[in-house]
């Protein structure tokens, strides 16, 4: 009788055992302090994105859709925090002994991706690369002042201006400029196919149209970073596509039209998590070529555009009207509304265009990229507003890597787009518009405009600066190499088992404290 009892007995003994320690390890295996709730199972992100990237070396590739994947693996000497201070990112800490010289202390111990250790003559190889011709770089502009570059030893390195920038620091955060391996560049001659940096993520492969695969980099310099140990981006191109795999759980996380996240928004299992971009759509006329040569026929284009119109259609009302510089940057923006040419006057348009030359108008072919809806539907409601004054617009589709090239080879008379105007204002107004900006794909050049833009690239004070740029902004709106639409919304469905993600307008997407339950 007592063997009998004893059995069960044990055997209810080693079940509550067993159950003990199962507890134990889900708790140890658990967030930082055991608070977080971090599963024990692989850490597997899974977020679809709207384009396939154009490549993936960050010195050569502006896209966003290589942007979000690059800026995971590669690193610049410093960053921006959540509230938008410097910090840095692979410099510990940096000096300035006068207005013109940056003496950089570089974080020890930092590894590539291949093992190699990272040192000063990388940093210097990089940005000796990106201001390379050869190399033709999207953001050699920036770092034109550059004089001189001093490896003064393994961690030290001191970067010599010509001239005072206030820029400098701020450009550094930009994502393309980042220290890359010198042998890896000249293995593959580029690195649009490959990718060796020093950050939180390891590229392991691209399967074309269809996904990009990193994995955890375990050495990584900055304590218990990453949280997630893969991340796998997925290619759908087709809105509804996100929005059925963002409600299954197919995807964790992904972006969508204030449409679509509205349809999302009873969902119990979905988030939205919504911000205003520093984005704005665009239209971009190649000043080089008839009829756009001339400032009247783009003075009349704009007072042809209705943008609160675009606003509603497009943007379902969640967008706010812009000029190059956006309202998310507070004061460093004017505001347009009063401005002349944003008040939509057919009568005074017609004028213009007689004036130019053309009385009874001119047809044109506005070229869009047709994996983006807001590109499209921009592009069909000005062919219809600019019918009113004669202009007759043929639009033009192209897939994404057709226009990146377009774009890039200025071979184009009018491109529909969207740009940054980023965390500086010199990258909205210089980068963009001035006779040598990086970015300045319009052929626009004017004497005095590029004056303006380079005193606000030389002024310190910040009073001083703002008055400048808010001369520049208005000049700009008269020369309308482009004209400003609208800045919308962003947002981002997440699945709701995803923790630690917060978007913010200068960084929608740092994961590196995000995890899943």
Known sequence: MYKKLMLPFLMILLLVFATACSDDKSSDSSGKDGKEGKSDAEQTLKIANDQEPAGLDPHKTPAHSSVRIYSKIYEGLVTFDENMELVGQLASDWEQPDDKTYVFNLVEGVKFHNGREMTADDVKYSFERIMDEKTASHISSYFADIK????????????????????????????????VAKEVVEENEDLQQVA???????????????????????????????????????????????LSAIRTGEIDMTTLTSKSAGLLEKDDNVEIKDYQSLEYSYVGFNTENKPFNDEKVRQALSL??????????????????????????????????????YMRNIEEA??????????????????????YADMVDTAQLLQQQWAEIGVKAEIKQIEWGEYIDTWSNKTADILIG????????????????????????????????DKLVEEGKRTIDQDERKEIYDKAQKELLELSPNLFLVSP???????????GYTPRAHNAEDIDQTYKE
């Open 148 to 179: 001189s570059i001093e490896v003064m030893d393994d961690n030290t390195i001191k970067f010599e201006l010509e001239e005072p920038n206030a820029t400098f620091l701020t450009n550094l955060t930009n994502s393309s400029a980042a220290v």
């Open 196 to 242: 060796v940096g020093t950050g939180p993520f390891v590229f392991e492969k691209w399967v074309p149209d269809n996904s990009v695969t990193l994995i955890k980099n375990k050495d990584y310099h900055v304590k218990d970073t990453p949280k997630l140990d893969r991340l796998e981006y997925y290619t759908m191109k087709e809105e509804a596509a996100r």
């Open 304 to 341: 042809a555009t209705d943008r609160e119109s675009i606003a509603k259609v497009v943007w379902d009302g969640k967008a706010i009207i812009t000029g190059p510089i956006t309202p998310a940057m507070g004061d460093w923006a004017i505001d347009v509304k009063d401005e002349e040419l």
């Open 350 to 371: 017609k004028k213009l265009l007689a004036d130019a030359g053309y009385p009874d108008g001119f047809s044109t072919t506005i070229t869009t990229a047709s994996t």
């Open 418 to 449: 969207r740009n940054g105007s980023g965390t500086d204002p010199d990258r909205a107004m210089n980068y963009f518009f001035s006779t040598e900006g990086s970015a300045n794909v319009w052929n626009f050049s004017d004497k005095d405009y």
């Open 489 to 499: 919304e962003s947002y981002v469905a997440v699945r709701k088992d995803v923790k």
